[in-house]
């Protein structure tokens, strides 16, 4: 069976939560028999400027085919020239299904369907509500996202409000299949240690992208207000978000507690999870954040806004507060700070990680539709 994946920016990267889900899922369907193409974008924004560019121009990654589809460099045209030159090839691919990631490429999604090819879309949020779009692409998006409810052939979800959304919205049904997790290790402080002088549970951390609807400036502010010589450290790279970022580094400038690393991966990544106090998650919007699921599996404890994401994810193994409420939020990492025993064990909060979210069984369920699918078709 061939399948083909468009939506994401390029793999291997940990550019964003879509590109994880699409390496996570193509790699196990390659280990089971199953042959995947996934397009990777030629250009456009590159988080780690330090990236190994042969891995830019890989054709092969642990069995995947993947291909480069030309894409310009304004990030105003990215995603819609990539989302249709992609589709444009899929076209000739001869694949049983193409399955579209995110809203956006979505509004490409009946071309294959007019053909005859069946799809599958895999809605990871509402990307229209991200404050970092505008006028014209949230428009875009939200076209996008009425293409997936209308021709789909499957439409996944990765939340309970997501699947209530579509129902209510269009009156589509939709497929709940959650994000998993990989095998994590603990480590102890070793290169943050020496780069950036941090010490096991003496700093709290927000790790993810720098984009507005994450909710830092929040953190940000709610931080400087604390009494504590425990620190703040920011780990991640943005997304078409220069000047947010920018907003970042000049309101945390003033603050030598306020630690701002970049973009992280590999072994830096796990010693920031593995040797944090507290993990802060303040976003406004989500769909399900693979940065929260990372730092359930290393055990975290977890300090996250109240939307419905953040709650159906962690359940009671984390605590909460008012989303975008600066107040609560100062309030609640006060009490966190002083009362670590409101907490679930580190032990409790890495057992029920693994035991609800699992990329065997996420890829399972992901077959089960492809089949379902193919199926309905022949029917």
Known sequence: MKIAMIGHKRIPSREGGIEIVVEELSTRLVQMGYSVTVYNRSGGYVYDKNADKEKQKL??????????????ERKSLNAVVYSF???????????????????GPCAFLPIPHFFGIRTIATIHGLDWQRSKWGGFAKRFLKFGE??????????????????QYFKDTYNRDTMYIPNGISNT?????????????????????????????????????????????????????GSHSDEYIQAIKDYAKN????????????????????????YVLPSDVEGMPI???????????????????????????????KKSDVDDLYRKLSECIEHPEAFRSNEDIMHYCYSRFNWDITTSLYIDVILNVLRTSDN
């Not at 209308?150 to 990765?158: S, T």
């Not at 992208?209 to 953190?219: C, H, Q, S």
């Open 59 to 72: 054709k092969e990654y642990k069995g995947i085919r993947i291909i480069r589809v030309p894409t310009p």
């Open 85 to 103: 030159i992609a589709t444009m090839f899929a076209l000739f691919g001869n694949y049983d299904v193409i399955h579209y990631h995110a809203e």
């Open 146 to 163: 009425r293409c997936a409810a209308r021709y789909a052939d499957e439409v996944i979800v990765l939340s309970a409000n997501l699947r």
């Open 185 to 237: 290790e603990l480590c102890e402080p070793d290169i943050i240690s020496g780069k950036f002088g941090l010490e096991k549970n003496k700093y709290i951390l927000y790790l993810g992208r720098l984009v507005p609807e994450k909710g830092i400036l929040y953190l940000l502010e709610a931080y400087k207000r604390l009494d504590t010589d425990i620190k703040l450290v920011i780990a991640g790279g």
């Open 255 to 278: 603050d030598e507690r306020v630690i701002m690393t970049g973009f992280v991966q590999g072994n830096m990544l796990s010693e920031l999870y593995s040797n944090c106090y507290l």
């Open 291 to 321: 940065g929260l699921l990372e730092a359930l599996s290393y055990g975290c404890r977890c300090l996250v806004s109240n939307i419905p994401e953040n709650k159906e994810t962690c359940m009671e193994y984390a605590q909460y507060f």
